[in-house]
C-alpha cells in the first residue's frame, strides 16, 4: 500500500514505515536471518517436543488404563462420538487437560531448557553471574518439587485437579519454561497435543503388547532432551 494514497496514520501505511527504517538499520533483529531461523525453530522445536510427548503419553495411558478410560468417557461427554475435537472443548475437559499436563510434567521432554545469557552482570543466591555467561534453567528440578507436586515420580493427574474436578493451575508447571524467553510456541503445542489426544482416543483405544504392570517407561535416552522408549501398540477402533 503506497503512503501517498492512504492516510499515513493507518497501521499498514505504518507497518511500512517501520519495515523501510529497520531495512536500514544495521543493528535490527528484524531481518530475513533472524525470520528464517524463528520460523524454522518453531516448527523443528514444536515437531519433535510434540511427538515425544505424544509417544509419552500414549506409552503412559497404555500402563494405566483407567486413566485413558476417564479421558474417553468425558470425550463422550463433551464432545461426542462423531464431532471432531476442537480447541475451544479443552475449556470443559479438566480431567483431559490435567492428564496433557501431568505428562508434560513427568516425562519433562527438555529437562534443561535451553540456553539463556545473562545481558548483565548479576548476583543471584550468592553466586556472581559476569555478562555474557549461559545458563540452563534446570525444569526437572522445578517439575518434581515435592513442595509443589505431592507424588512427584509417579503419574498422578491430579496434580492439577482441585477438590471439584476442576482444572487447577500450578506454578510449578514450567514445561515451557519461564520468564521473557518462554517458548514461543506454547500456545500452538497445547493446542496439538489436546486435538491429537482427544481425535485420538475419541476414535482409538489403545492396547499394549505387554501386561500394562510390565510396560517400562525410562527414557530411552536422557540429555539435553529425554528420548521415549521404543514400544509397540494396537489401534483398537471403537
Known sequence: MAAATCNQTC??????????ADKNNPHTEYNLKNLVLTTVNLFFMGTETVSSTLRYGFLLLMKYPEVEAKVHEEIIQV?????????????????????IHEIQRLTDIVPMGVPHNVT??????GYFLPKGTDV????????KDP????????????????EQGCFKKNEAFVAFSSGKRICLGESLARMELFLYFTSILQNF???PLVPPA?????????GFGNIPPIYKL???AR
Open 120 to 125: 548483565q552482570d548479576t548476583h543471584f543466591q
Open 79 to 99: 464432545i461426542g462420538p462423531h464431532r471432531t475435537p476442537r480447541v475451544e472443548d479443552r475449556a470443559k475437559m479438566p480431567y483431559t487437560d490435567a492428564v
Open 205 to 207: 483405544s489403545l492396547r
Open 214 to 222: 510390565d510396560i517400562d517407561t525410562t527414557h530411552r535416552f536422557s
Open 234 to 236: 494396537c489401534l483398537v
Open 11 to 20: 497501521r499498514y501505511c505504518n507497518s511500512d514505515f517501520q519495515a523501510i
Open 147 to 162: 513442595k509443589y507436586f505431592r507424588y512427584p515420580d509417579a503419574f498422578y493427574p491430579q496434580h492439577f485437579l482441585d
Open 136 to 143: 540452563f534453567p534446570i525444569l526437572g528440578s522445578v517439575l
